[in-house]
Structure formats: structure tokens, C-alpha cells
DNA sequence: TCGTCGACCGACCGACCGGTATAATATCGT
DNA sequence: ACGATATTATACCGGTCGGTCGGTCGACGA
């Protein structure tokens, strides 16, 4: 099995094949059940790893928890940070930015859904962590539409609404199935088509 | 204490002080920690019931998560039909429904929380029907765009649009504070702004 | 005064929890 | 071939899980 996803990868440290095929795996039994709710002979059993091998791999389940989101979260940012790069008209970059998330809702479900629907099963410290990882994706958002703005382009959005139309994508892993790969631009093309309109100066 | 809650209550049984008082405190703890990782004898301190006391009023864990997310999924629905009936012209029925779901994202945080995040805990038949009552809740919503749409004022909206829309409804819970009562016209005229611009024809 | 009843308690059940200890095996450089 | 190291399995730990059970207690009707 190759060892790359689809999606550029931040190497934060070598991570093992075998790591990674634990951290699908738990992320589709945290997303089916709910983190709280699997147990880690669950994971043992779902993975083919014994107790030992699976401990072995992770620190504690908490850990992996944590690994899943810091990792997808991050892989998202920097996606979203080189559209900000390369694209200067808004409506690329809304386009893009839409496409992007979308994508990884779609090829990811399991793990988005643990990013953004089991951040309150993390311990405080790590929560922070994470939140500010949102925090920085909804930062790209903001200068997004901040540069739309000077330019004439957007009507200025303050924090409620920005929010709330990430709040569209951050809850679309919940009704968008992972059978809609050929959807995608499409999708991207009516969400991207909402915000448009929903700002338009 | 008082048995009503502020907005109107559909009464499918008698409901005990005891039971409503035991609902709350669990829905507390469910959007705390998430439902999988609260246990019986934590609501049972919580409450200041003992656990004979607890499973005297409800039949189990899981059935405790269902009432609390029907009965207030079915208020947050008659409350949406009520705003149908009454109101006639497209600003005001969008108005009316932000303002009418933001309030309970507010006024019952927690409950609005676990109705919307973890469905995902419910075994196979409750989340069924579960999910019924948000099919419903959004049917409110495809009426009322697709009159609009019949009125000229709407361009029609698909199935993707919407739910899009309605998510940004849906994820408020995580970053509407509970000490946003104040501002809850000053947030559904946002949110019921962006839908009319995302939606004008 | 008693019997009944709803509300409640806390000890207890077997099962399972997250995590560890120990040992066996696979891999690999030399 | 050898030792070292990486990886795995299994048995097991104390503790907690959801849920039950026998029983207590005060209110109330007869």
C-alpha cells in the first residue's frame, strides 16, 4: 500500500504505514460511533492488531484522537494557505478554498467528521490546540473576503457571519455522502456560488 | 420550579418535574463530554439522584439521549410550522425561523447541541427517526423557498443549496455562546440576511 | 392505625474499559 | 550465523460501565 494521500502532507514526524491505517481505521469507528463510544479492542479488532501492536503504534487513545485532527487539520491549512498564494481573484479563491474543504469531505469523511464534530472529547490542552488550528483555517477565510473588500468586490463580514457561513461547510460532512467524487466541482460550484451572493458588496 | 419551558411544549406524556430536571442535567453532560463518554453514575451525581432513583424515571441511557432530542427537535418543528402558518411574506418567514432556531441555540445550548452532533449515538431505528423530524425541519425551509421561488423573489434552490444553507444553522451551537441572549435579533437579522442574498432570484 | 404506593437509595452484577507486562517472532546490519 | 531491534500476541490489571435489585421512607386513603 502506497504511502501518500491524495493531499499534500505535512511530515511532522516519518508516521509508519501502519500508524496510518490504525488512524483510518479508528477514524471511521470514531466517526460511526463516536469517540467516546469505541472502545480500543474495538479498534484492536477493526485494525487486525492485537492490543500490544496497537499500543505499540499509539500512546494512548487520546493520542490518536488528537494525531487524526492535528494531522487533517494541518493538511487542510496548508492547502488552503497555497490557494491563498497562488489565486488573487476572490473568486477563485472562493472557488478553490470550496473545492478543497469539499474534496476532503468527500475523499475523508471519516477523519473531517472527527475533526470538527469530536473536538469536545479532547482534553483541554489539546482542544486549544485544535481550536486554534480552526482558527487559523477560519483566518484564511477572513483574509479572503477582508482583500474582497478593500477591493470593492465584498461588503465588509464581521465575525458572526463569517462563521456562520463557514458553518456550511463544516457541517456538510454530515449529509454529503462519500459516494459524490464526481459531485465535487459541481458542489463547489453552489457553495462557492452561495458565499459569492451572500457577500456581494 | 416552574414545568414549562418559554417556548411552546407538544406534550406526548405527562413529562415529570423529576424527568425534565434529569433531561437537562444530561444534556449538560452530553455536550460537555459527548454521550459515549458520560457515564450513568456521572448523571447520577450530577442529578443528585442515586441510580436506583435515575432508572426509576427513564429506561435507559440511550433512551434518555432520545427523549431529549425529540422533544426538542419536535418543539423546535411545531414552533416552524407555527411561523409558516402565520407569516405569509418570504423576510418575514426567514426572519422568523433564524430567529426562532437562534433562540433555541442560545436558550437551550446544550440540548440544541446533542440534537445536532450526536446523532451518530443512536441505535439504527431511534436515529431513523430522528433524522425524520430533521427531514422535516428542513421541509419547513424547502416551502418556504420553493414560495418564494414561485413568487419570483427565490431562484429555486436544490437540495445541495439548502442543506448548505442549513448548516450554518445547524453548527451555530459550537460558536454561539450562551451569553448571547441579547443578541439573538441582531443575529438572526444577519443570518437571515445572508440567506436573502444567497437566495435573491 | 395500618396498608399501599410512588420516589428514592446504594450495594451489587457481569462485562468491558484503557492500558501494561511479558514473551514470542520477524527483520536486519554485520 | 549472530545479536540487536522492531513489531506483534496474549494474558492480565484495577477500575468503571450500564443496569438491576432488595429494600427504605414518607404521604395518603380507609
Same mark, same amino acid.
Given at each position: *500500500?502506497?504511502?501518500?494521500?491524495?493531499? %499534500? $502532507?505535512?511530515?511532522?514526524?516519518?508516521?509508519?504505514?501502519?500508524?496510518?491505517?490504525?488512524? =483510518? &481505521?479508528?477514524? @471511521?469507528?470514531?466517526?460511526?460511533?463516536?469517540?467516546? %463510544?469505541?472502545?480500543?479492542? $474495538?479498534?484492536?479488532?477493526?485494525?487486525?492488531?492485537? =492490543?500490544? +501492536?496497537?499500543? !505499540?503504534?499509539?500512546?494512548?487513545?487520546?493520542?490518536?484522537? !488528537?494525531?487524526?485532527?492535528?494531522? !487533517?487539520?494541518?493538511?487542510?491549512?496548508?492547502?488552503?494557505? $497555497?490557494?491563498? +498564494?497562488? =489565486?488573487?481573484?476572490?473568486?477563485? /479563491?472562493?472557488?478553490?478554498?470550496?473545492?478543497?474543504?469539499? /474534496?476532503?469531505?468527500?475523499?475523508?469523511?471519516?477523519?473531517?467528521?472527527?475533526?470538527?464534530? @469530536?473536538?469536545?472529547?479532547?482534553?483541554?490542552?489539546? /482542544?486549544?490546540?485544535?481550536? /486554534?488550528?480552526?482558527?487559523? !483555517?477560519?483566518?484564511?477565510?477572513? $483574509?479572503? &473576503?477582508?482583500?474582497?473588500?478593500? @477591493?470593492?468586490?465584498?461588503?465588509?463580514?464581521?465575525?458572526? @457571519?463569517?462563521?456562520?457561513?463557514?458553518? *456550511?461547510?463544516?457541517?456538510?460532512?454530515?449529509?454529503?455522502?462519500?459516494?459524490?467524487?464526481?459531485?465535487?466541482?459541481?458542489?463547489?460550484?453552489?457553495?462557492?456560488?452561495?458565499?459569492?451572493?451572500?457577500?456581494?458588496?
Amino acid at each position: *500500500m502506497a504511502a501518500v494521500t491524495s493531499r %499534500s $502532507q505535512v511530515q511532522r514526524s516519518p508516521l509508519s504505514d501502519t500508524k496510518r491505517k490504525i488512524m =483510518k &481505521t479508528a477514524a @471511521e469507528l470514531f466517526a460511526g460511533e463516536g469517540y467516546g %463510544s469505541v472502545g480500543t479492542s $474495538q479498534i484492536s479488532e477493526a485494525t487486525g492488531y492485537g =492490543k500490544g +501492536a496497537l499500543y !505499540y503504534h499509539i500512546r494512548s487513545k487520546g493520542d490518536l484522537l !488528537y494525531d487524526i485532527m492535528t494531522i !487533517y487539520l494541518e493538511d487542510l491549512l496548508s492547502e488552503a494557505r $497555497q490557494i491563498l +498564494a497562488e =489565486k488573487r481573484h476572490v473568486k477563485e /479563491r472562493v472557488y478553490a478554498l470550496s473545492e478543497s474543504i469539499l /474534496r476532503a469531505v468527500v475523499e475523508d469523511k471519516a477523519e473531517m467528521t472527527v475533526c470538527f464534530r @469530536e473536538v469536545h472529547a479532547l482534553e483541554d490542552t489539546r /482542544r486549544r490546540s485544535v481550536l /486554534r488550528l480552526h482558527g487559523a !483555517y477560519l483566518g484564511i477565510w477572513r $483574509q479572503v &473576503t477582508d482583500d474582497a473588500a478593500r @477591493e470593492g468586490d465584498f461588503r465588509p463580514l464581521d465575525n458572526d @457571519e463569517l462563521k456562520a457561513l463557514m458553518g *456550511m461547510y463544516f457541517y456538510s460532512f454530515l449529509w454529503i455522502g462519500n459516494d459524490r467524487t464526481a459531485d465535487i466541482p459541481a458542489l463547489a460550484a453552489k457553495f462557492s456560488g452561495i458565499i459569492m451572493r451572500a457577500c456581494h458588496a
